[in-house]
């Protein structure tokens, strides 16, 4: 998952043109608008935000002058997410003027990270709720409505939501979340997660399985198993992921883990595509990258961060894997599944990382050659390892101009693998009309590539094979075949 700065707004059609509600209305409902920031977690996360506060009477709203009650779903990965959170405070500020009723509550990362502080520091904060807190949303709300502010960051042991079925805000229908673990224990020297959202546990496969049993009868044809490290999965009845080593013999017997999950998954719905993130390499087995190979509809892609090219930086990080082993997984995974798409995310400018260290990024990349990437320049998160332990000693300018040279070097990688596709007939799951036209339809072949192509008779949610024409670095363009017998 990565922290991209996208936002959304709960779209509710039914909600337009109503007019400004303060009170209760005669039907009991009040007017909640919900915006999500950084990783796709988050946005899962605030569909199950979404249905507990259903069942509490609030019905969702696209306008922010209406709402009676605020919440911003916040990320802390990198500073620059949390000023977008703060800029977005003002906003609501300069809206409460007109609407005195509304309340604001912040979630998710930065209201763990900050907790009863936020309080202090933005007054426009009523509500500050943390990544496992949402189960006592109705209570908190009751509090604010008594006039009183309320906090609940409390990070929990066994938390997976897993009872809650979610609302689906701005969904095309076809691709759908399904979160599968939560929190992570990896610690990684530079990143905030492990504190924001606690320690790793995994959910009951068996409420993986209705979800997406559940989703395949709504019409859903896409899911992808969300956790901040998926391949680490590992149920046994319940509880830490630390804590399996004192499971008993029979948990540890009928213990599920993920290329299990996987395969459970991919029988289930054998025509519903699936897909996973993220995979860290450190976690990813051999099982895994075979129960893709074994079924048709696990998609061929694999989202594997490596953050630098560099053992020393690797090591520095906390990534518990060496350079030579991340290429003995990349060998392997193009072994076995040769068609496999891989995409990476990396930091340019880590502590003490010097031009041979990026050198080495740059030449590891050489090695893959990622069909797309996500890169960042290091932003020093206070509380973890790496802002107490080392100084942020590259100039902004030498991250910068890093960042450029990595993303230059992404972009030939992604034009290099998007021309491979040319000539290919694939399949591509319909999600929505093209941003750039109308007249075209935009989907995904299982490597997760955008493609686009005329529209034609064809329809949202169907599978359909397009000869693929042309490319960009990033996007496919082709024409229809025909539908798939996967339909
Ligand atoms: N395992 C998670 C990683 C979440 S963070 C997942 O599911 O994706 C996403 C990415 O943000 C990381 O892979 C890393 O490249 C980047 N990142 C994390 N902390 C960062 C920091 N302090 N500065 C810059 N980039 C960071
Ligand atoms: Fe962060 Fe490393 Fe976990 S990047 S989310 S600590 S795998």
């Known amino acids: 998952m990565n922290?991209?700065?996208?936002?959304?707004?709960?779209?509710?059609?039914?909600?337009?043109?109503?007019?400004?509600?303060?009170?209760?209305?005669?039907?009991?409902?009040?007017?909640?608008?919900?915006?999500?920031?950084?990783?796709?977690?988050?946005?899962?996360?605030?569909?199950?935000?979404?249905?507990?506060?259903?069942?509490?009477?609030?019905?969702?709203?696209?306008?922010?002058?209406?709402?009676?009650?605020?919440?911003?779903?916040?990320?802390?990965?990198?500073?620059?997410?949390?000023?977008?959170?703060?800029?977005?405070?003002?906003?609501?500020?300069?809206?409460?003027?007109?609407?005195?009723?509304?309340?604001?509550?912040?979630?998710?990362?930065?209201?763990?990270?900050?907790?009863?502080?936020?309080?202090?520091?933005?007054?426009?904060?009523?509500?500050?709720?943390?990544?496992?807190?949402?189960?006592?949303?109705?209570?908190?709300?009751?509090e604010i409505d008594e006039g009183r502010n309320a906090v609940n960051v409390l990070l929990s042991k066994d938390e997976t939501y897993g009872d809650v079925a979610p609302v689906r805000l701005n969904s095309n229908g076809v691709t759908a979340f399904v979160s599968i673990t939560r929190g992570c224990d990896n610690m990684c020297t530079f990143c905030v997660v492990p504190f924001t959202r606690g320690r790793e546990r995994s959910r009951n496969p068996q409420s993986i399985l209705e979800e997406a049993?559940?989703?395949?009868?709504?019409?859903?044809?896409?899911?992808?198993?969300?956790?901040?490290?998926?391949?680490?999965?590992?149920?046994?009845?319940?509880g830490l992921k630390k804590d399996f080593k004192r499971a008993t013999e029979m948990q540890k017997a009928t213990s599920v883990n993920f290329a299990k999950l996987l395969d459970m998954v991919a029988m289930a719905q054998p025509k519903m595509r699936i897909r996973f993130s993220t995979s860290n390499p450190q976690d990813m087995t051999l099982d895994v990258i075979e129960t893709m190979a074994k079924h048709k509809n696990i998609c061929n892609y694999i989202h594997l961060p490596v953050q630098s090219g560099s053992d020393r930086i690797l090591k520095a990080m906390n990534r518990l894997h060496t350079r030579a082993e991340y290429f003995e997984l990349i060998d392997n995974i193009r072994r076995i599944n040769p068609d496999c798409a891989i995409s990476q995310d990396m930091i340019t400018g880590f502590p003490t990382e010097t031009e041979q260290d990026h050198q080495d990024t740059l030449s590891l990349m050489e090695y893959v050659k990622y069909d797309f990437g996500f890169m960042f320049a290091y932003s020093e998160r206070p509380g973890t390892r790496a802002a107490h332990k080392l100084v942020d000693d590259i100039p902004e300018e030498t991250k910068k101009r890093r960042l450029r040279e990595i993303i230059a070097l992404q972009q030939k990688h992604g034009l290099y693998r998007t021309q491979q596709h040319i000539g290919n007939i694939e399949e591509v799951l319909i999600e929505g009309s093209s941003k750039k036209s109308e007249a075209h339809w935009m989907g995904r072949n299982s490597q997760n590539t955008v493609v686009v192509f005329p529209k034609e008779h064809y329809k949202i949610g169907e599978f359909v094979h397009v000869s693929i024409k042309e490319c960009t670095s990033a996007t496919l363009i082709g024409e229809a075949v025909a539908l798939s017998s996967n339909n």
């Not at 997410?81 to 979630?107: Q, S, Y």
């Not at 049993?213 to 149920?235: C, P």
């Open 3 to 142: 922290g991209k700065g996208h936002s959304e707004k709960i779209m509710d059609e039914s909600q337009q043109g109503s007019t400004l509600t303060l009170e209760k209305t005669e039907d009991n409902t009040r007017k909640l608008y919900i915006e999500s920031y950084g990783c796709q977690m988050n946005f899962s996360d605030s569909e199950i935000v979404a249905s507990i506060l259903a069942k509490e009477g609030f019905n969702t709203t696209n306008l922010l002058e209406e709402a009676d009650l605020v919440l911003v779903n916040t990320c802390s990965i990198r500073e620059k997410a949390e000023l977008t959170v703060r800029k977005r405070l003002e906003k609501f500020n300069a809206v409460k003027k007109i609407n005195p009723g509304m309340k604001v509550g912040v979630l998710g990362c930065m209201a763990e990270r900050l907790k009863s502080k936020f309080l202090e520091e933005e007054k426009i904060v009523d509500m500050v709720v943390g990544p496992d807190a949402y189960k006592d949303l109705p209570n908190l709300i009751q």
């Open 213 to 238: 049993n559940d989703l395949w009868e709504k019409g859903f044809k896409e899911i992808t198993l969300l956790g901040q490290n998926v391949d680490s999965y590992l149920w046994y009845g319940g």
